[in-house]
């Protein structure tokens, strides 16, 4: 029933910018730590960025791997069921498939990815 479906990707010139999207269903999803994952070929998956479940008056609390700090952006609209990935300046190596993950407690949750791909 849990359904976590990524959009967004694509091809990009480097330095330019894509916004990816993901719509989670069939969860309580203001109850889920949101991730951003990605794979590029031959290397292990990475975890790119991650935000709380804090809402509204408290703020959130967010986190991001050093190669994409200062780049990339991760935000969620609960009453949307939605996170977002904003990623500004991208470079050739933040080509790979990006993956939307929820995870509370023990359960964990995958998306089918989009692919981004950065290239002149």
């Known amino acids: 029933q849990v359904q976590l479906v990524e959009s967004g990707g694509g091809l990009v010139q480097p330095g330019g910018s894509l916004r990816l999207s993901c719509a989670a269903s069939?969860?309580?999803?203001?109850?889920?730590?949101m991730r951003w994952y990605r794979r590029a070929p031959g290397k292990e998956r990475e975890l790119v960025a991650m935000?709380?479940?804090?809402?509204?008056?408290?703020?959130?609390?967010?986190k991001y791997a050093d190669s994409v700090k200062g780049r990339f952006t991760i935000s969620r609209e609960n009453a949307k069921n939605m996170v977002y990935l904003q990623m500004n300046s991208l470079k050739p190596e933040d080509t790979a498939v990006y993956y939307c993950?929820?995870?509370?407690?023990?359960?964990?949750?995958w998306g089918q990815g989009t692919q981004v791909t950065v290239s002149s």
């Open positions: 069939g969860l309580t999803f203001s109850t889920y730590e």
């Open positions: 993950n929820a995870f509370r407690s023990w359960l964990d949750y």
């Open positions: 935000i709380d479940t804090t809402i509204s008056t408290t703020g959130t609390n967010t």
